[in-house]
């Protein structure tokens, strides 16, 4: 009776160590998920930043680019008028 009590505690004693080790494998398993994680939320925050610093070269780059297309419109104008004064001036030749 005695050997299969010593052979039971013995069995439980493995089954202990065995679970024991695998609580420790799985420690180790989530420090290393925490790790990646917290380097992918890292990684996150700064294309987060990058990317509001794009939008904002681009606001900018449009709004440069509608104020090119105003002057640009207000040199057409003015070209058109001195072509219609070129015109009137040949005419009077």
Do not use: F, P, Y
């Not at 180790?28 to 925490?34: G, H, P």
């Amino acid at each position: 009776m005695e050997n299969r009590i010593l052979q039971a505690i013995e069995g439980l004693t493995t089954q202990i160590s065995t679970l024991s080790d695998k609580v420790d494998n799985q420690g180790n398993q989530i420090k290393e998920n925490t790790q990646i994680l917290k380097a992918l939320e890292h990684l996150a925050q700064v294309n987060k930043a990058e990317h509001d610093k794009m939008s904002i070269n681009i606001a900018e780059i449009c709004g440069e680019i509608q104020a090119v297309r105003k002057d640009l419109s207000k040199v057409e104008l003015i070209t058109a008028s001195n072509w219609g004064d070129i015109v009137k001036l040949k005419s009077v030749k």
